[in-house]
């Protein structure tokens, strides 16, 4: 099936500093989706990308789906230490069968 | 709100025993699935159903069943729990044609 390559696999950053996170692909996808899993919980959605270009942003979250439609990233500006979490990227081919799939993730660890 | 509740949180089980992992969705969504997540192995798709009675193999489905008998609950069937099942298990639901899916909590299950 299909793969997708996130970067980085951890990091450990000060409190105020900035995020970036990207995930590559080898195929196309028709949809990017972007989640965060708290400790003990299951991911929930931070940011949803349709279309090939679209810069979209959720307060100090902003997330783009590349041109080529094979890779997306993720910037999360001024962290705060609720930022501390696993991010995982997801693509879609077909959002009818919602069938996605997923990053490695990336680990953020926020020092206050 | 979309809720997507999990039988257990934690679980310990014996090799041998057959094992019943419940899911249970209150938002009436078509697709539903099971997911492994191991550490540093992102989100691994184990089954998923987009239909009651329809089941579709995910990228890891060795060693597994599942059931969908009601639309708004998906089981995951170890037949026969072997230790390298030992993991996190995670279930999600999601209406057809949007990309988002809803996870539940997770289940930490042990096999010793």
């Known amino acids: 099936g299909q793969q997708l390559n996130q970067s980085p696999q951890s990091m450990f950053i000060q409190e105020g500093e900035d995020v970036s996170m990207n995930c590559t692909s080898s195929?196309?996808?028709?949809?990017w989706l972007w989640y965060k899993q708290d400790p003990g919980e299951g991911p929930v959605l931070l940011i949803a990308l349709y279309k090939a270009g679209e810069l979209t942003s959720n307060g100090r979250l902003t997330a783009q789906f590349g041109i080529t439609r094979k890779d997306s990233f993720l910037n999360i500006s001024a962290s705060i230490p609720s930022d501390v979490g696993i991010y995982f990227c997801a693509g879609q081919i077909n959002t009818n069968a919602g069938k996605s799939t997923f990053g490695d993730g990336t680990t953020l660890t926020v020092k206050p | 709100d979309v809720k997507v509740t999990q039988s257990s949180r934690y679980l310990v089980k014996r090799t041998g025993e057959k094992v019943f992992l419940e899911c249970v969705q209150d938002?009436?969504?078509?697709?539903m699935f099971w997911y492994r997540q191991d550490p540093g192995l992102g989100l691994r798709l184990i089954y998923f159903?987009?239909?009651?009675?329809?089941?579709e193999k995910g990228d890891i489905p060795e060693g597994y069943s599942v059931s969908r008998e009601k639309k708004e609950r998906f089981s995951l069937i170890l037949e026969s729990a072997s230790t390298n099942q030992t993991s996190m298990y995670l279930c999600?639901?999601?209406?057809?044609?949007?990309?988002?899916?809803?996870f539940g909590p997770g289940t930490r299950l042990t096999v010793l």
């Open positions: 195929s196309i996808f028709n949809t």
């Open positions: 999600a639901s999601s209406p057809p044609g949007v990309g988002e899916q809803f």
């Open positions: 159903s987009y239909d009651v009675k329809m089941k």
């Open positions: 938002m009436d969504h078509e697709n």
